[in-house]
């Protein structure tokens, strides 16, 4: 049976990542970037691209590394700790998986944009409150060769800055996906200031022209391209969560062994010990079970659903469990934007809604042991 520990090789590149961002993208890199109103950092962006982060799903053949799904989770969980923000997951990791599913010299082209970081995608799915593909309204309604696209989608993650989308529609009964550049005439922006201080946008579609070569896959049959990129981000969002979750648990413990009361560590009171140990539990425990669905991923992606949808709901329920107990073994502090813990809240509040929340995968998660 494999152990669910991190290999050498995903322990390498974990350290080399956390040096990386320790010192280009610490939580106060985020805080100078909300003051500033900012939602993007293209410099962020880009050194990551030179590190080859962006092509960590890309084949080697377009100018990626090829690492996979295990190595891509590992990255995703040390940017979570510090909160970087960057257009990794919605590019590398699920525009990349789409693209893949396509054999065609178009895609190719595409995967090797996103390698050179000359490209970066968005996603656009969600339509209400929650995350349902099936309940797409929006109409893509044929037009000679090609497609004219109407409607609106929202809490599209980087929508604002990138530099395509991945649109989903439907075509009469079926959805079908599109490949768009986010500047096509027709396409309106609406950027939204989230309070994890990242970029989003609702986007409105008024009659845009799509060509049938932008058709990601075969017309009516979005899923099987959607499913495994959806999956993969799926996976990777539950990783960087998990890696919020570690570092609101570092931040909060650094914080028990300074702050003092009755002239002792409040770290020494055995309460707080407890809860504290407790939380390690549960991070540990949530840990092994996203470098299953990373694995799960890589090795056996056809029957991935139930590991990915359990490191999701898993995930969501850790990060929230470690922001909350971090606020309040914080005191009254940690409520103060002084402190870093609200930036880790407000992150795991977002992420925990994005691509399904803890209902919507613990639905997939019963219904698969028959409930």
């Known amino acids: 049976m494999e152990k669910l520990v991190k290999s050498e090789e995903e322990t390498l590149l ?35 691209v030179d590190m080859g982060w962006a092509g960590i799903l890309v084949p080697e053949s377009a100018g990626g590394s090829d690492m996979g799904h295990a190595a891509a989770c590992v990255l995703a969980e040390e940017m979570g700790k510090t909160l970087a923000a960057s257009p990794f997951l919605s590019t590398a990791v699920i525009a990349a998986t789409a693209l ?14 996103i390698a050179s970081g000359d490209a970066t995608y968005a996603l656009a799915v969600d339509e209400s409150a929650k995350f349902d593909p099936a309940k797409t309204r929006m ?25 395509r989308l991945l649109v989903l529609a439907r075509t009469g009964e079926d959805l079908t996906l599109f490949d768009l550049p986010a500047d096509r005439e027709g396409i309106s922006r609406d950027g939204k200031e989230m309070i994890d201080s990242r970029d989003s946008a ?38 960087e969560m998990t890696g919020l979750a570690a570092g609101a648990l570092g931040t909060t413990i650094e914080y028990l062994k300074e702050r003092k009361q009755f002239g002792v560590p409040i770290g020494a009171f055995q309460a707080l010990q407890h809860r504290a140990a407790h939380l390690w539990c549960e991070c540990e425990v949530t840990a092994s079970a996203i470098l299953h669905a990373g694995r799960m991923l890589d090795n056996d992606p056809e029957n991935a659903t139930l590991a990915v949808s359990l490191a999701k709901a898993r995930a969501s329920d850790t990060a929230q469990r470690a922001v909350q107990e971090g606020v309040q073994m914080h005191g009254g502090i940690g409520m103060t934007d002084a402190f870093d813990m609200g930036f880790y ?27």
């Open 14 to 48: 974990a350290d080399a990542a956390r040096g990386f961002l320790d010192d280009a993208a610490p939580v106060s890199r985020l805080r100078e970037m909300r003051d500033a109103g900012k939602t993007y950092d293209p410099e962020l962006w880009k050194s990551m």
């Open 100 to 113: 893949r599913q396509v054999t065609d010299q178009r895609a190719s082209e595409a995967l090797a944009r």
């Open 345 to 371: 809240m407000k992150r795991a509040r977002v992420a925990a809604e994005w691509l399904g929340d803890y209902g919507y995968h613990a639905n997939i998660v019963a219904q698969s042991r028959g409930f």
């Open 139 to 163: 109409e893509a309604r044929a037009e000679g060769n090609g497609f004219r696209l109407s409607g609106q989608k929202k809490f599209v993650a980087d929508g604002g800055n990138a530099d």
């Open 202 to 239: 609702d986007i409105r579609f008024n009659d845009v022209a799509a060509t049938g070569d932008e058709v990601l896959g075969q017309v009516g049959e979005a899923m099987a391209v959607l499913r495994p990129a959806l999956e993969a981000g799926q996976a990777a969002l539950a990783a």
